[in-house]
């Protein structure tokens, strides 16, 4: 199931594992299956953390990446959201979004990855943002 670790600013100390309620883990997902929790940033009051669907469709359409809100200092979910991406026409298999996140003076980077069709290889993806728009269509 899904977990978050929190850790102090600056790179600090460790602290808690926080897991949630219930047996969907921290982050609870509709329908079966988990969220998988992958990068995050700090926005506002707000910590958004990339989660992956891993169940479901492999067509680009399909939306297997969505952005959770927790809120802070409290680290209480507040919600998941699923923002529009505009994938290349020629993208096969539906992309992961969030494996690592860059941000930079201006933009936020996005990194995904996603399996063509079915096959053993990864492929990776980029997306650029501008910053403090990744709830936005992208």
């Not at 969220?35 to 669907?53: R, T």
């Not at 994938?87 to 992309?95: A, D, E, K, M, Q």
Request: glycine share 14%; aromatic share 8%; net charge negative.
């Amino acid at each position: 199931n899904n977990s978050l670790v929190v850790q102090a600013e600056n790179g600090g100390a460790l602290g808690p594992t926080l897991t949630g309620s219930s047996s969907e883990g921290f982050l609870e997902k509709p329908g079966p299956g988990v969220y998988w929790i992958m990068d995050g940033v700090v926005a506002g009051s707000s910590l958004w953390v990339f989660v992956n669907d891993p169940t479901g469709s492999d067509s680009p359409e399909a939306p297997r990446s969505g952005i959770a809100e927790v809120a802070l200092p409290s680290l209480t979910p507040t919600g998941v959201i699923h923002p529009t991406v505009t994938v290349h026409p020629l993208v096969t298999g539906r992309i992961s979004w969030g494996a690592a996140i860059l941000e930079q003076p201006g933009y936020t980077y996005i990194y995904g990855h996603a399996r063509p069709n079915g096959t053993l290889y990864t492929t990776m993806y980029l997306a650029r943002v501008p910053t403090g728009h990744l709830t936005r269509t992208w």
